[in-house]
């Protein structure tokens, strides 16, 4: 496993859950809010996930666009199939699958749960919508 020089930040892979909907402030600040915790900025972005019941939701797709980003959607069965460090019994009777924003965004990495930066970050925005973000280290 090598690392990026010092200079360079690695390419980092966002998961992203919330509630039907939140708005793209709310999402964005759980955005920022977790990328700062992981010392990332959104220049480092280069994947993002969620779950395809999100498809249809304004606000992940006003911040996608905002920031040129693609978000690819997984079925429920994709996401429960990667092993998440906190697994959520709430998540899976609402979307089918005990994580949305940990599994989305290993998968988006590519990677296993030794290459999340921020497990799980919760925000409940001033409007009562919460959105969650999860990051995680794209390996070389």
Same mark, same amino acid.
Do not use: M, Y
């Given at each position: 496993m090598t690392t990026p020089p010092a200079n360079m930040a690695p390419p980092l892979a966002l998961?992203?859950?919330?509630?039907?909907?939140?708005?793209?402030?709310?999402?964005?600040?759980?955005?920022?809010?977790?990328?700062?915790?992981?010392?990332?900025?959104?220049?480092?972005?280069?994947?993002?996930? &969620?779950?395809?019941?999100?498809?249809?939701?304004?606000?992940l797709a006003a911040v996608a666009r905002d920031n040129g980003w693609t978000i690819?959607?997984?079925?429920? &069965?994709?996401?429960?199939?990667?092993?998440?460090p906190n697994p959520s019994e709430t998540v899976r009777r609402h979307t089918g699958t005990p994580s949305v924003s940990e599994a989305a965004a290993l998968l988006a990495a590519g990677a296993d749960c030794r290459h999340l930066l921020v497990e799980k970050h919760k925000l409940r925005?001033?409007?009562?919508?919460?959105?969650?973000? &999860?990051?995680?280290?794209?390996?070389?």
């Open positions: 998961g992203l859950g919330c509630d039907r909907g939140t708005p793209a402030t709310t999402i964005a600040q759980a955005i920022a809010e977790a990328l700062a915790a992981c010392g990332g900025g959104l220049a480092d972005v280069r994947a993002v996930a &969620s779950i395809d019941l999100k498809a249809g939701e304004a606000g690819v959607f997984h079925p429920a &069965s994709e996401l429960a199939a990667v092993e998440v925005g001033a409007d009562g919508r919460n959105a969650t973000v &999860s990051i995680a280290r794209i390996p070389a």
